[in-house]
DNA sequence: TGAAAGCCGAACACTATGTTCAGTATCTTA
DNA sequence: TAAGATACTGAACATAGTGTTCGGCTTTCA
């Protein structure tokens, strides 16, 4: 089975990554310093500069997960390329944020967040991409302009739903964002 | 002429203004230190912080001149409120964009630059709500969630603009801005 | 079971922040 | 234009976080 890691070195990491979750979710990104994160995690100072060069390179390594989510989605959904539903790669982004709501709140959006938000611009974008480039007729619109836009639209949906009392469900966030990725806002001006 | 403020203080502001914008330019937002920035405008250290109360503070109150700008802009066009040109506040700040472009290349998209994206967000978000908000009816998209999709694409494009070569003349990104907003991307995908 | 890999934790050097204060320069206005 | 108010200087200090190093201990793997 492939060179598996260290059991301790697991251990390590998964204790990291929750620990920094936690100190997300209860004080904001910005304000949790690696001195938290360790003693949050009860792991030594050294030991943490001996998986990750800092807090910004543990937020992104945590994003792996999502990653390899978004990957099988994708796969998996390959073969129905109906021209009808597009941007399906959505729900379940969706769905993992809601999952981890509190964290997802305290990251996007503030200033932090913006590792998140790049991380997350990144995956996403890849996403975007694959799905919509060979979509893309000639137009006026750089292609890579489009992509952007999608993905600031899913993140504008994403950290506006997440803010919203009561809950929104992840179902009601997909209608959100594909309605306003696809149409735009001309339709419901009057 | 109201209290007009001592000639001192007006010199000292404007010097530290400019040396954050030109150190921004020269090597980004994030690397900028207080210490470089009253090094840069020769000012003393206890000077600026009887001034600021951080790096973030001077950069929030360097984009007054940009808010008053869009007050401006906006109440001037009040008159014109024909359907067709919704969205017209954006050629004022796509004007400006262009005229500091090294500048909020350097900050749109970075690190620090969330500090200057919130800024912008904020200043802009008051523009568009007041433009849309009497002209919403109802829907299933919440309105503040509309108000933030138009500040996302604004800002989306403003980026992605910034960073293409050979440089997109405002009237080209307000055109793609438009396109965007109010019509998505629906329409150009096959 | 023994070598390899991982962990501990204290100490250290470094960088940046933000405050304080006594002395000096500049402005305002009467 | 002189006096009082206001602003600036610059050095010293306290605080806080970062990232590295290293000798000794523990766990894992084969």
Redesign the pocket.
């Known amino acids: 089975m492939a060179q598996?890691?260290?059991?301790?070195?697991a251990?390590?990491r998964k204790a990291l990554q929750g620990a920094l979750i936690a100190l997300i979710t209860r004080k904001g990104y910005e304000a949790v310093?690696?001195?938290d994160i360790i003693d949050e995690a009860?792991?030594?100072?050294?030991?943490f500069?001996?998986?990750y060069?800092?807090?910004d390179d543990l937020l992104r390594k945590s994003f792996e997960q999502l990653r390899a989510l978004l990957v099988d989605e994708q796969r998996d959904s390959a073969d129905q390329v109906r021209s009808k539903d597009a941007l399906l790669f959505s729900r379940a982004v969706f769905e993992h944020a809601c999952e981890y709501r509190h964290a997802y709140r305290a990251l996007v959006g503030s200033r932090g967040g913006v590792v998140a938000a790049n991380e997350l611009r990144r995956i996403i974008g890849d996403a975007v991409r694959k799905e919509l480039s060979p979509r893309l007729g000639a137009s006026t619109v750089p292609p890579d302009v489009v992509v952007q836009f999608v993905v600031g639209t899913f993140l504008t949906v994403l950290s506006s739903s997440l803010r919203r009392r009561p809950a929104m469900p992840p179902a009601e966030m997909e209608k959100v964002f594909r309605q306003l990725a696809l149409r735009g806002i001309g339709w419901l001006i009057e």
Chains 1, 2 share one sequence.
């Open positions: 598996s890691i260290d059991r301790r070195a251990r390590t310093t690696v001195q009860d792991v030594g100072r050294s030991t500069y001996a998986h060069t800092g807090k």
